[in-house]
């Protein structure tokens, strides 16, 4: 018997504060090699301009496996679909048996959102009033809903390509999160959202920098999500400069792939000794997080199969105990 479970069955028994703590887990299991999970097989499919991601895990101290099905279809848009139509399957690791089929854009986001999240958790200052989000795509709600989870602040400014989708997004988020009662203001550009944040999340696929760092002020700490490709870029390189510290979800991940690091690399602007390593350290306790209220901290992640994993994982065991979802023999 197999579960099957829509976004609205993961609302009800899973919540961001929750999210933030299965990432957690899932950083400290990959710390520990204890997550196998091999680069993920990315099969093209140039006939429709997509591609085909596969992306597994396994975690023996869990006894469960994951396979994350991920596919890019730009041109979906054009017709009512999902860009990146994506299902999670949930493996019992004991009996090989596919026990769920899980909504796999929303665990996506969520699970990315608790990314930043975990990061804010682990390295932000304790008292931080103002958030900063740049970009309103598919990711950007839960980016939004995950710096408010992790640190109580008066306000949250919102940036994008377009001021008036800007403007729809400020809203309706201002209805959905509306319990944790911030203010979400739209603003025209990236300089105004990150005018004195103490938190900052950039959240685009953007091929140019999306903020200027050298306005990013003392104290605060910088999440950037999007780029995952050689040529992607968000990140102001300055923004490493200025770091006293600078994690990663996985280093290995992100030097194989994302250009807000590979770029900098590469023209000099940093070298691997600026780097401090996986937040998954952090979260052992074996590498020190901030240590002072004026350190800038950057957290940079391209995403990992193992936050599917366990995110899936506390999902599925919650969603059984009361009894969400739709059973399919
Ligand atoms: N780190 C991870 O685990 C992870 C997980 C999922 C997605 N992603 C990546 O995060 C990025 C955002 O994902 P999404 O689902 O929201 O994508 P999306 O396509 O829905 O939205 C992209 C957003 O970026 C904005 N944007 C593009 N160029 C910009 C610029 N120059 N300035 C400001 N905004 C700009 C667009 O306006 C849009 O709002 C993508 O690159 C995606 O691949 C990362």
């Known amino acids: 018997m197999m579960l099957l479970l829509s976004k609205e069955d993961i609302r009800k028994v899973f919540t961001m504060k929750d999210a933030i703590e299965a990432d957690k887990r899932a950083f400290r299991l990959l710390a520990e090699g204890k ?50 139509p994506a299902q999670v399957m949930l493996i019992n ?15 996506t986001q969520i699970r990315t959102g608790a990314a930043s999240g975990a ?30 989870a992790a640190r109580s602040l008066d306000e949250v400014r919102v940036s994008g390509l377009h001021y008036e989708r800007t403007q729809a997004f400020a809203e309706r988020m201002q209805e959905e999160l509306k319990d944790y009662g911030v203010r979400i203001v739209p603003v025209a550009t990236s300089d105004e959202a990150i005018e004195d944040a103490d938190l900052i999340i950039t959240s685009t696929s953007s091929v140019t920098p999306v903020f200027d760092g050298t306005k990013v002020k003392k104290g605060a700490t910088v999440s950037c999500i999007g780029s ?11 923004i490493l400069t200025r770091a006293s510290k600078i994690y990663f979800d996985s280093e290995d991940a992100v030097l194989s792939e994302a250009g807000d690091i590979l770029i900098p690399l590469e023209d000099g ?3 691997r000794e600026d780097f401090t390593g996986d937040i998954g350290n952090v979260v052992k306790g074996e590498l020190a997080g901030r240590e002072n209220d004026d350190e800038i901290i950057v957290f940079k992640s391209v ?9 899936a994982k506390v999902i599925y065991d919650r969603a059984v105990a009361a009894g969400a979802g739709m059973e399919w023999n």
């Open 228 to 238: 995952y490709q050689h040529h992607m870029q968000e990140m102001d390189p300055v």
């Open 269 to 271: 602007t940093v070298t």
């Open 93 to 107: 690791g004991k009996t090989g048996v596919v026990e769920a089929l899980m909504d796999g854009i929303y665990i």
């Open 35 to 84: 997550c196998n999970a091999p680069l993920r097989t990315n099969i093209q499919a140039p006939k429709h301009d997509g591609c085909f991601l596969f992306m597994p895990a396994y975690a023996e101290e869990m006894d469960t496996a994951s396979l994350k099905v991920v596919n890019v279809f730009p041109h979906n848009v054009d017709n009512g679909l999902p860009a990146l």
């Open 303 to 311: 995403g990992v199969a193992a936050q599917d994993l366990v995110t």
């Open 119 to 148: 990061a804010f958790d682990l390295l932000a200052k304790k008292k931080c009033k103002i958030g900063a989000l740049i970009g309103t795509g598919g990711q950007a709600a839960a980016q939004l809903e995950a710096m408010m």
